[in-house]
C-alpha cells in the first residue's frame, strides 16, 4: 500500500492507496503536533497493520512540520 501526506500550513491530508486507487483519506490540523497519533489512528481505523504500508510519499510547504513526520515515520 502507499501512504500519501499531504502538509500544509492548516491541514495535514493523508491518503492510502491500494492497486485498485484510493480507499480512504483523513485530516489532521498542522498546529495539533500529535501526528503520530493522527497517522497510526488513520492506519487503525481502515485495519491497516503498518507493515503493510510499502511506500510513503511526502509534500510539504511547512518545514517545520515536515521534519517531525519523518521523525515518527522513519
Do not use: C
Amino acid at each position: 500500500m502507499l501512504l500519501t501526506i499531504d502538509i500544509g500550513n492548516t491541514n495535514i491530508v493523508l491518503g492510502i492507496f491500494k492497486k485498485s486507487g484510493l480507499i480512504a483519506t483523513y485530516r489532521i490540523e498542522t498546529k495539533n503536533l500529535s501526528y503520530a497519533k493522527g497517522i497510526k489512528a488513520f492506519l487503525k481505523l481502515h485495519n491497516i497493520a503498518p507493515k503493510q504500508v510499502l511506500n510513503i510519499i511526502i509534500s510539504s510547504v511547512a518545514p517545520f512540520a515536515t521534519g517531525r513526520i519523518k521523525k515518527n515515520i522513519g
